[in-house]
C-alpha cells in the first residue's frame, strides 16, 4: 500500500490556532501533511478549513485585516512563521488555487509566464519552455497552444481552473494548496481536475479542502477531519490515510460526517 | 369561497382618483425634466447663435489672434494657449499626487486610522470654495513657496522669479481643487478590481508593489483616465483659483520660453491668459461692456466647446474599456 511508504512530512503543524482580531477560528491543531501525497481537508462549512489552508503559505495576511497565529507550522521543518522567512519564497514554494478560477485579465502566456517573471525570468525562449511544461501539466497543453496569445477570460470555467492550476505549477512549487477547486465547475471539469491531481502526485505534495466526501475518496492519501462545536471553534477531530478514515473512523463525530448524519 | 372573485378590469376605464393622481404626478414629473433639458438647449443655443458669428468670423481668426485695442478688438488665441497650458501642467500635478493617494489609501492603509485621516482631510478639502483655494494658492505657493524658493535661489524681492503670481502656481492651486476629485475617482477604479486578483498575484509570490503595479493598476487604470478627465474639466472652468495666483489681465507674450534657445516650452515662472479669467474680464473691466459682448459669447463658446470635448472625451473612453471588458 502507498501509505506504507515512510514520507517525511512536507508540512506539519503544531498546536495551530488562528485569530481573526479577537476571535479565534481555528484552536490546537496538530496535523501532518505528508511529501508527496495528496491529503484532504474534510468537514462542515465553517469548521475553518480555509482558514487552515490559507496560514499555510500567510495568504491570510494579505487581506488587510488583523489576523494572527499561534503554534507552528513547518515547511520541510522550517518554521514559515519564523522572524526571517521571506513570504514571497514562501509563496513561490507554496502555490494556491482558489475557490473560484481567478485568471489575470491577460494573455493565457502572460498568466503562466506571471510568475516566472516575478522572479526575474525573461527571454521569450525560456518563457516559451516554462508555459508549454506547465500547460502540459495541467493537461491543457492541447487544448489551448493555438490561443496562447489570446485573453484567459475567454477560456471556460474548467479550463481557467486549470490555467489557474498551470499558473502555480509554473512558478515550481513544493505544495499545492486548493480550496475547494471544483465546487464552481460542472462533473465533467470537476473529473479533469481529479485526474490532474493524481498526476499532480508524482512530483508535489497537495493539500486539497473538499466539501465532497467522495472527491476526498477518490484523490486522497490522507485526510484530517475538522469540526466545530457550539463554540464556533474548528478543531481537527480526526487524522490518518484516507482509506482508515473513511472504513472504521475511530470518533462518533467522524463517523457521523462520513455516513452523512451530519452537516 | 362564499362569493365570487371581485373583477378587476386591467383596461383604464375607470378614472378613479388613483390613476388621475398617478397620470397628474408623471406628468409633472416628466414635465420638470423636459423643462430642465429645455432649459440648457435654450441657454446653448443662445450662446451658439451670440458666439458663433464672431468666433467663425474671417476664418476663424478669434481663435489664434491675440486681443487689440485694449479688449475691444481680436481674439482669445493667448487665452486658449493659456488654458491648455494651464491644465497640461496641473494634470501634471494632480495625477500623480492623486493617484498616489489612492493607491497608498486603499492598497496599504486599508482600514488604519491614517487612511481615515487622510480621507477625512480630502473630503474636507472637496467641500472649500474655490475662491478659498485661490487666496491659499496666494498665500502658500506664492508668498511662502515662491518667496521662499528665490530667497534660497538669491533672487530679490523686488526682482522674483517664482515669488510671484505664476502659472506654475495657478496650475498648483487648480491641483489642489481637482485632487479630492482624483482621489475619490482614483480609490473606486481601484476598489472595483477583485480581491481575488490581488491574492492569485500574492500566491504566486509578487509582493505587493508587484501585484499594484502589475495587476491592480492595469486593471484600473481605464476607470483612472475617466475620473481625471472628468475632474480636469472641471478645473478647466474655474476661475477662483487662478484670480490671484498667475492669470493675467491682457498679456501679448504667451507663457514660453525658448529651451536651447529654439525648442519652445511653457515657462512655469509667467503669467498667463486664461479662456474663464478673460471672459469674466471682458464682462466686468473692459471700457464698453456692450461692445465686448459679442465676443463674450464667442470666448464663452470656445471654454465650452473645450470642457465639453474633454467631457465628452471621458464618456468614449469609458465606453470603450467597458465593451472591451465584456467577456
Ligand atoms: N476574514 C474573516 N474575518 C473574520 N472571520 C472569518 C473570516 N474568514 C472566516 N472567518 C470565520 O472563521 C470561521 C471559519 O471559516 P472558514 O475557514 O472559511 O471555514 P470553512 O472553509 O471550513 O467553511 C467561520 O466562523 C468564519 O465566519
Ligand atoms: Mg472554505
Given at each position: 500500500m502507498r501509505t506504507e511508504q515512510k514520507n517525511r512530512n512536507a508540512v506539519n503543524t503544531q498546536k495551530v490556532s488562528f485569530f481573526y482580531g479577537p476571535k479565534?477560528?481555528?484552536?490546537?491543531i496538530s496535523a501532518e501533511m505528508p511529501e508527496r501525497q495528496v491529503t484532504a481537508i474534510i468537514g462542515?462549512?465553517?469548521?475553518?478549513k480555509s482558514t487552515f489552508l490559507k496560514a499555510l503559505n500567510r495568504?491570510?495576511?494579505?487581506?488587510?485585516s488583523s489576523v494572527r497565529v499561534e503554534g507552528k507550522i513547518f515547511l520541510f521543518g522550517e518554521?514559515?512563521?519564523?522572524?526571517?522567512?521571506d513570504v514571497t519564497i514562501l509563496r513561490k514554494r507554496v502555490g494556491m488555487v482558489f475557490q473560484r478560477p481567478n485568471p489575470f485579465p491577460m494573455t493565457i502566456f502572460d498568466n503562466i509566464a506571471y510568475g516566472p517573471r516575478l522572479f526575474g525570468a525573461k527571454g521569450k525562449a525560456d518563457l516559451e519552455v516554462i508555459v508549454e511544461r506547465a500547460l502540459r501539466q495541467s493537461a491543457l497543453w492541447d487544448e489551448v497552444k493555438d490561443r496562447l496569445?489570446?485573453?484567459?477570460?475567454?477560456?471556460s470555467g474548467g479550463q481557467q481552473q486549470r490555467m489557474c492550476i498551470a499558473r502555480s505549477l509554473a512558478v515550481e512549487p513544493e505544495v499545492l494548496l486548493m480550496d475547494?477547486?471544483?465546487?464552481?465547475?460542472?462533473p465533467i471539469a470537476t473529473l479533469k481536475i481529479e485526474e490532474l491531481i493524481l498526476e499532480l502526485r508524482k512530483n508535489l505534495t497537495v493539500i486539497i479542502v473538499t466539501h465532497n466526501l467522495q472527491q476526498a475518496g477518490r484523490v486522497s492519501d490522507y485526510t484530517l477531519f475538522f469540526t466545530t462545536d457550539e463554540s464556533r471553534i474548528g478543531n481537527l477531530v480526526e487524522s490518518g490515510p484516507t482509506r482508515e478514515i473513511f472504513s472504521?473512523?475511530?470518533d462518533k463525530r467522524t463517523e457521523d460526517y462520513i455516513t452523512g448524519r451530519f452537516g | 369561497m362564499s362569493e365570487a372573485v371581485k373583477y378587476v378590469p386591467i383596461s383604464k376605464e375607470d378614472l378613479s382618483y388613483k390613476s388621475v393622481r398617478e397620470t397628474f404626478l408623471e406628468g409633472l414629473l416628466s414635465g420638470l425634466s423636459w423643462l430642465l433639458v429645455a432649459f440648457i438647449v435654450a441657454f446653448l443655443g443662445i450662446i451658439v447663435v451670440r458666439g458663433f458669428p464672431t468666433v467663425s468670423a474671417n476664418g476663424f481668426e478669434f481663435l489664434y489672434t491675440s486681443p487689440a485695442k485694449g479688449l475691444d478688438e481680436g481674439g482669445v488665441g493667448p487665452a486658449i494657449f493659456g488654458t491648455v497650458a494651464l491644465v497640461l501642467l496641473m494634470t501634471l500635478f494632480a495625477l500623480p499626487i492623486g493617484v498616489l493617494t489612492s493607491v497608498y489609501l486603499v492598497e496599504?492603509?486599508?482600514?488604519r486610522q491614517s487612511s481615515r485621516i487622510i480621507r477625512a482631510a480630502v473630503n474636507n478639502l472637496a467641500g472649500v470654495p474655490s475662491i478659498v483655494f485661490g487666496l491659499f494658492g496666494v498665500a502658500?505657493?506664492?508668498?511662502f513657496l515662491g518667496r521662499g524658493l528665490d530667497g534660497l535661489l538669491g533672487y530679490s524681492t523686488s526682482d522674483p522669479l517664482f515669488g510671484k503670481p505664476a502659472i506654475l502656481w495657478a496650475a498648483a492651486t487648480m491641483a489642489l481643487l481637482v485632487l479630492p476629485i482624483v482621489i475619490v475617482n482614483t480609490e473606486e477604479a481601484l476598489l472595483a478590481v477583485p480581491v481575488s486578483l490581488r491574492q492569485g498575484s500574492q500566491a504566486l509570490g509578487g509582493t505587493q508593489w508587484q501585484t499594484i503595479s502589475r495587476v491592480v493598476l492595469p486593471q484600473a487604470v481605464p476607470g483612472i483616465l475617466t475620473g481625471s478627465i472628468l475632474s480636469i474639466s472641471r478645473g478647466a472652468g474655474e476661475v477662483a483659483p487662478i484670480l490671484f495666483t498667475g492669470a493675467a489681465f491682457?498679456?501679448?507674450?504667451?507663457?514660453t520660453t525658448q529651451v536651447f534657445g529654439v525648442v519652445p516650452f511653457i515657462d512655469p515662472t509667467k503669467q498667463f491668459m486664461e479662456l474663464g479669467y478673460h471672459i469674466f474680464i471682458l464682462a466686468t473691466?473692459?471700457?464698453?461692456v456692450e461692445k465686448t459682448r459679442p465676443a463674450q459669447y464667442a470666448a464663452t463658446l470656445v471654454l465650452l466647446v473645450i470642457t465639453f470635448s474633454l467631457n465628452f472625451a471621458a464618456i468614449i473612453l469609458r465606453a470603450q474599456f467597458r465593451k472591451r471588458a465584456i467577456r
Open positions: 479565534r477560528a481555528i484552536e490546537d462542515p462549512s465553517g469548521c475553518g495568504i491570510s495576511e494579505t487581506s488587510g518554521d514559515i512563521y519564523a522572524k526571517d522567512v496569445r489570446s485573453s484567459a477570460l475567454g477560456l475547494e477547486p471544483c465546487s464552481a465547475l460542472d472504521s473512523p475511530k | 496599504y492603509a486599508g482600514g502658500f505657493f506664492v508668498l491682457l498679456l501679448q507674450d504667451l507663457p473691466q473692459s471700457s464698453d
